[in-house]
């Protein structure tokens, strides 16, 4: 006999039985009748007794299929991120730190979709908005600043800049981070360059001041190539400058 979670999330929209939740998940994108099983996973959702794991499975099932629950699920659990049910479920093998976040920011990128088929895509955009608020603080497994799309950095923006602010004040003060903030701060500058060129790449440029790490220089590679004017000249020369050998084959040429 099939447990309730097996039911909802261990059966594929093709009938067979699986045990990686993603061909559910994935599966959904492509099969209207995933809607028949929201109802189910928003009670697993809400119940206490049930497992973290099916928890945590099914916010995560619901975010990805653009389900206001799944989304409001999400904000509140950013209000005191490591409160949630949850928390240390998923670890990082990087950094040895939780990284559900980033999974469930993963999920709401994906959801794009299908969140403007249900009309839930203002929620989307709030979803985003609460995890880019918590990115000074809990890490996202490089699934947060690449994974904005264009409007949700506009609409975000004010939230992204200060998150950064926050985080360049607490690298500069010298706080112990248990993981590499710096790089995800860059991620998230490079998202800005899109819409705004000259401040996002200064944004990168602060940030490696405060932690020049070899890691954050490559990934601020990205900035150089989304960048059409000068300012990503400048940083390209000053990735090549002080960049490891790696960093300067990443510019292709731009330094």
């Known amino acids: ?17 699986t045990d990686d939740v993603d061909d559910v998940i994935y599966g959904g994108y492509d099969h209207a009748e995933h809607r028949e099983r929201v109802p189910g996973l928003v009670a697993l959702l809400g119940d206490a ?26 904000r509140e659990a ?16 990087k950094f040895s730190v939780d990284s559900s976040y980033g999974h469930l920011s993963a999920a709401a990128a994906d959801s794009r979709e299908l969140a403007e088929e249900k009309g839930s895509s ?17 890490y996202f497994e ?14 975000c923006l004010p ?3 200060d998150v950064i602010s926050r985080g ?34 200064e944004l990168v440029l602060q940030i490696l001041r405060a932690a020049p790490s070899g890691r954050a220089m490559a990934h601020a590679v990205a900035a150089v190539h989304r960048a059409k004017g000068p300012a990503g000249q400048v940083l390209a020369g000053q990735l090549y400058r002080s960049g490891t050998a790696h960093v300067r084959a990443l510019l292709g040429g731009r330094g």
């Open 1 to 17: 006999m099939l447990t309730r979670f097996e039911e909802l999330l261990g059966i594929d929209f093709a009938g067979q039985r």
């Open 49 to 74: 007794s049930a497992a973290d794991r099916e928890r945590y499975l099914a916010c995560l099932t619901l975010v990805a299929w653009g389900e206001p629950v799944g989304y409001e699920t999400v």
């Open 78 to 93: 950013t209000l005191e991120p490591r409160k949630a049910p949850w928390y240390d479920l998923l670890i990082d093998r």
């Open 122 to 138: 203002a929620l989307r955009v709030e979803t985003f908005r609460s995890l880019v608020r918590i990115a000074d603080r809990e």
């Open 142 to 155: 490089e699934k947060l600043g690449d994974y904005l799309d264009e409007d949700v950095v506009r609409a």
């Open 159 to 161: 939230d992204i800049l």
């Open 168 to 201: 360049l004040g607490s690298l500069t003060a010298g706080v112990p981070y248990r993981f590499d903030v710096a790089t995800q701060l860059v991620d998230l500058a490079n998202s800005v360059v899109v819409v705004d060129e000259e401040p996002g790449v």
